[in-house]
């Protein structure tokens, strides 16, 4: 039954992590539904975001070499340090300073209090609104070669916001590029590529961490899962590059509402447990 449920929530993480609608939320909502009703964990969640991210290099397969190519190429003097791939080699390290930070910091809360049923369903309201916001005001006119240093700060620190289930660490760090101008393409993008340091660091060190822990779900189960969320989440990292090429926000921000407000008639009804 453990593998079976680590499975499904695989699928979830894999389905989730790339659109605006808090993966770690999803995760978090969907294991209190399971036979066994227990929450996944965060170290669950890290770990399976590994498979997650390992998606997003093999889709930005040739951006993530180029990029890491000319950005040890500036280092040498080889290659200017205004060359656009070696400045976003920087800005990608830049990006991810606040979330290592914060997420040292918070360690104990985001594996406690963050999880709580109340926090996840308040986030995905009002960060979903912030969303529809952002969409609805952003200049859209920014691409990626017009990012600047203070831009990816901001940019970083609202990634380090999806440290709290319900954020979304693409819902967040869209959110602040479309208020800041970006394309709707531009601002996935970066939010994407900068989410590879910050995921894989924190994967991996709750991989070593609960190595000899007691976990709900095995090492074996884990690893299943995340297994199965990098297959998932290949298909809809296409999907969504492709559908905000064309398209807003909008689904996804009323259907964060529509979520967040079922879950906080759950839980003020006694239906679910926070």
């Given at each position: 039954?453990?593998?079976?449920?680590?499975l499904?929530?695989?699928?979830?993480?894999?389905?989730?992590?790339?659109?605006?609608?808090?993966s770690?939320?999803h995760?978090?909502?969907?294991?209190?539904?399971?036979?066994?009703?227990?929450?996944?964990?965060?170290?669950?969640?890290?770990?399976?975001?590994?498979?997650?991210?390992?998606?997003?290099?093999?889709?930005?397969?040739?951006?993530?070499?180029?990029?890491?190519?000319?950005?040890?190429?500036?280092?040498?003097?080889?290659?200017?340090?205004?060359?656009?791939?070696?400045?976003?080699?920087?800005?990608?390290?830049?990006?991810?300073?606040?979330?290592?930070?914060?997420?040292?910091?918070?360690?104990?809360?985001?594996?406690?209090v963050?999880?709580?049923?109340?926090?996840?369903?308040?986030?995905?309201?009002?960060?979903?609104i912030?969303?529809?916001?952002?969409?609805?005001?952003?200049?859209?006119?920014?691409?990626?070669?017009?990012?600047?240093?203070?831009?990816?700060?901001?940019?970083?620190?609202?990634?380090?916001?999806?440290?709290?289930?319900?954020?979304?660490?693409?819902?967040?760090?869209?959110?602040?590029?479309?208020?800041?101008?970006y394309e709707?393409?531009?601002?996935?993008?970066?939010?994407?590529?900068?989410?590879?340091?910050?995921?894989?660091?924190?994967?991996?060190?709750?991989l070593?961490?609960?190595?000899?822990?007691?976990?709900?779900?095995?090492?074996?189960?884990?690893?299943?899962?995340?297994?199965?969320?990098?297959?998932?989440?290949?298909?809809?990292?296409?999907?969504?590059?492709?559908?905000?090429?064309?398209?807003?926000?909008?689904?996804?921000?009323i259907?964060?509402?529509?979520?967040?407000?079922?879950?906080?008639?759950?839980?003020?009804?006694?239906?679910?447990?926070?």
């Amino acid at each position: 039954m453990h593998l079976f449920e680590a499975l499904i929530l695989g699928i979830v993480q894999g389905l989730t992590e790339f659109l605006p609608i808090s993966s770690s939320a999803h995760l978090r909502i969907v294991g209190s539904f399971l036979p066994s009703g227990e929450d996944p964990g965060a170290a669950f969640t890290a770990i399976t975001q590994i498979g997650t991210e390992a998606a997003v290099v093999v889709f930005f397969w040739r951006d993530i070499v180029r990029i890491v190519t000319q950005w040890f190429r500036s280092l040498v003097g080889k290659a200017p340090r205004t060359d656009p791939d070696a400045r976003m080699g920087w800005m990608i390290i830049i990006g991810s300073i606040p979330i290592v930070i914060l997420g040292l910091f918070f360690q104990d809360q985001i594996e406690s209090v963050f999880r709580s049923l109340w926090v996840v369903a308040i986030m995905l309201i009002v960060f979903g609104i912030l969303l529809g916001i952002a969409d609805h005001v952003g200049a859209k006119k920014r691409t990626l070669n017009q990012l600047t240093y203070p831009h990816g700060v901001a940019y970083g620190f609202a990634q380090a916001l999806a440290l709290v289930p319900g954020v979304s660490r693409s819902g967040g760090t869209i959110t602040m590029g479309l208020f800041l101008g970006y394309e709707r393409a531009a601002a996935a993008r970066y939010a994407f590529l900068l989410a590879i340091p910050a995921v894989f660091g924190s994967g991996f060190y709750q991989l070593a961490k609960s190595w000899n822990e007691p976990a709900f779900f095995s090492l074996g189960d884990t690893l299943a899962a995340t297994g199965i969320a990098f297959v998932v989440a290949l298909g809809v990292i296409a999907f969504f590059m492709s559908w905000i090429s064309k398209r807003s926000f909008l689904p996804f921000v009323i259907y964060r509402i529509v979520l967040g407000t079922v879950i906080l008639v759950l839980l003020a009804t006694g239906a679910i447990a926070a």
